[in-house]
C-alpha cells in the first residue's frame, strides 16, 4: 500500500537549519509531485511548496519561503528532503509531506508528520 | 488569517446533519476545485472529499461535498461518533501561487 514515511522529531536553535525525509513506498516516486505542508501549534495548515515529478528538479515554493527552503528528491531510495534553514521559534510545527498526482491538485496521502521545535 | 474562511466549529447529535461552509474568492475557490480535509488531533489528515464533491475509495457516502461560485460546502449526514475530527477545505489560489486552507472546523457529536 502506499505509504509516506517522514524522519522523526528534531530541536533546533534558532537560526540553524533543518532537514526531514519523507520516504515513499507502494508506488513509484516519480509518477507523483510531493508537497510540503505545515502546521503550528493549533493553527491551520500552510503550504510551503512542492517538488514535481517527473520533473524532479522543478520546485515551487511558496512566496514566503522562497529564500530559505530547499526541496530535493533521491530516487535510488524513493526520498524526498525539505530543507528550511535560518530557523525561528514561528517555525516551530509540525511539517507533512503529502502526494499529489500531477495536476490533480489534491493531496491523497500524506506522511505522519514530523514535530520541529526551535527554540533556545 | 486563512484564506478560506470556515467556522471554527460545528456539532449535531448522532444521526443529525451537519454542514461546514468555506468561503473565498474569485481567485481560489471561485477558479479551482475545492477539496476537503479530516484530521483527528495528533494524526495526519485524510482526504475526504476531492474535486469539489468526488469521494475516495472507503470514505462514506455519508460526507459529500459541493460548490457554488466562491463558496463550498461539506456535509455529514447521519453523524456518527467517530466523525468528531477537524475538517479543513483546501484549493490553489492564483493570486498568491499558493495551495491554501481554510483554518478547519472542530466537529462535535453531542
Known amino acids: 500500500q502506499v505509504q509516506l514515511v517522514q524522519s522523526g522529531a528534531e530541536v533546533k536553535e534558532p537560526g540553524a537549519s533543518v532537514k526531514i525525509s519523507c520516504k515513499a513506498s507502494g508506488y513509484t516516486l516519480t509518477s507523483y509531485h510531493i508537497h510540503w505542508v505545515r502546521q503550528a501549534p493549533g493553527q491551520g495548515f500552510e503550504w510551503m511548496g512542492a517538488i514535481k515529478n517527473p520533473r524532479g528538479d522543478t520546485t515551487d515554493y511558496a512566496r514566503k519561503f522562497q529564500d530559505r527552503v530547499s526541496m530535493t528528491r533521491d530516487t535510488s531510495t524513493s526520498t524526498v528532503f525539505m530543507e528550511l534553514s535560518s530557523l525561528k521559534s514561528e517555525d516551530t510545527a509540525v511539517y507533512f509531506c503529502?502526494?499529489?498526482?500531477?495536476?490533480?491538485?489534491?493531496?491523497?496521502?500524506w506522511g505522519q508528520g514530523a514535530l520541529v521545535t526551535v527554540s533556545s | 488569517q486563512s484564506v478560506l474562511t470556515q467556522p471554527p466549529s460545528a456539532s449535531g447529535t448522532p444521526g443529525q446533519r451537519v454542514t461546514i461552509s468555506c468561503s473565498g474568492s474569485?481567485?481560489?475557490?471561485?477558479?479551482?476545485?475545492v477539496n476537503w480535509y479530516q484530521q483527528v488531533p495528533g494524526t495526519a489528515p485524510k482526504l475526504l472529499i476531492y474535486n469539489n464533491s468526488y469521494r475516495p475509495s472507503g470514505v462514506p457516502d455519508r460526507f459529500s461535498g459541493s460548490k457554488s461560485g466562491t463558496s463550498a460546502s461539506l456535509a455529514i449526514t447521519g453523524l456518527q461518533s467517530e466523525d468528531e475530527a477537524e475538517y479543513f477545505c483546501a484549493t490553489w489560489d492564483e493570486s498568491l501561487n499558493a495551495y491554501v486552507f481554510g483554518a478547519g472546523t472542530e466537529v462535535t457529536v453531542l
Open positions: 503529502a502526494r499529489e498526482f500531477p495536476e490533480s491538485h489534491y493531496f491523497d496521502h
Open positions: 474569485s481567485s481560489n475557490i471561485g477558479a479551482r476545485i
